[in-house]
């Protein structure tokens, strides 16, 4: 397997470049992967995992290329005192965003120490920067006439079909040149990184009239949001969605239409699919800390050894087994 990461360092004395066609089989991996940031993956298509990922960090910023074969939830947050955005070279459907659908020419931003709740499509490659929160808020400032607007950037923002395309060949120019071109020196790819910033962000500011607003999650997502938490923390495995109906207040209709509009699932194998993630990301430690697979999959509410197995299998392509002994 080619190594995951393409990066070059331009604020230090040494730079890498590694191998032609960087990819992984782990999103543990990916997640790991990406500098800095503070996040957690979720797979909720089944089959193996394959995702790869192109990184270039200039001076504080980072851009990056992205991307995976199967649905996958994200959560959590940018590096720290630092915005993110992303823009889709291609996805399979819309995503949805911290409740909002996004579709292929939708900015996702993610403002400094705001969490972050991607529901992607079965495939998704997308451009991702991570910005000072100080640049951020100096230039978006200075294109949109009025004041302060970086806490807004928070959200979604569609842009243009011209302005998405422009930014997509002009952020993966910037990549390649970053990693391969060992002739350029730092300052002058500062440079470029800094011009590409700026349009980006004159991107956002032009599609939304010179303004842009934060996002606020509707009442389905809070409700997916808030269920799933539930569900997780409880050690017992036995909560049922006749149980989070009457937790919540809601009907069980209102409970199926929110988990269908949010993560396009059905609320029950929504849940299920997020309990057997757990066990896999326990899975990965149990050698240390002697747990069987048995008695993790018990902990998230699968007590049928054969039923669990197969459900393993179907969504991550491989044994409980397997993981437990790669790990």
């Known amino acids: 397997m080619s190594p995951l990461v393409f990066r070059t360092v331009n604020h230090a004395t040494r730079r890498k470049s590694m191998g032609p066609d960087p990819k992984t089989q782990s999103f543990e991996e990916l997640s790991d992967a990406v500098v800095n940031w503070d996040q957690e993956y979720d797979q909720l298509s089944g089959g193996q995992f394959e995702g790869g990922l192109k990184l270039a960090q200039v001076n504080e910023s980072q851009i990056l290329r992205i991307r995976w074969g199967q649905k996958i939830r994200y959560r959590g947050t940018a590096p720290a005192g630092a915005f993110a955005f992303a823009l889709p070279f291609d996805q399979q459907g819309d995503a949805n965003w911290i409740g909002q659908k996004a579709g292929v020419d ?46 807004n950037l928070h959200g979604a ?43 980006f962000l004159w991107e956002l500011v032009k599609s939304n009239g010179g303004g842009l607003k934060e996002h606020r999650v509707s009442r389905p997502a809070r409700l997916v949001g808030d269920a799933t938490d539930l569900v997780l923390s409880d050690v017992t495995g036995n909560i049922g969605l006749t149980t989070l109906c009457a937790h919540y207040g809601v009907s ?74 790669r790990n």
């Open 252 to 325: 069980l209709r209102t409970l199926h239409y929110a988990f269908k509009d949010v993560t396009g699932l059905s609320a029950a194998t929504w849940l299920r699919r997020m309990r057997l993630n757990r066990v896999h990301r326990e899975l990965q430690g149990a050698i240390s800390n002697g747990a069987t697979i048995g008695s993790v999959a018990a902990t998230y509410g699968f007590h049928h050894q054969g039923h669990f197995t197969n459900q393993y299998k179907r969504l991550f392509g491989c044994l409980p087994s397997e993981t437990l002994h």
């Open 157 to 199: 923002s569609t842009l243009s079909t011209a302005g998405a395309a422009s930014l997509r060949h002009q952020g993966q120019s910037l990549i390649d040149r970053a990693i391969s071109d060992f002739s350029d020196d730092r300052a002058a790819l500062k440079r470029l990184s800094d011009q590409f910033i700026k349009l």
């Open 106 to 151: 939708t900015v996702l931003m993610q403002a400094p120490n705001k969490a972050g709740d991607l529901i992607s499509s079965n495939f998704y490659d997308a451009l991702v920067l991570g910005v000072p929160e100080n640049d951020v808020f100096r230039i978006s400032s200075a294109l949109s006439g009025k004041g302060e607007i970086s806490g």
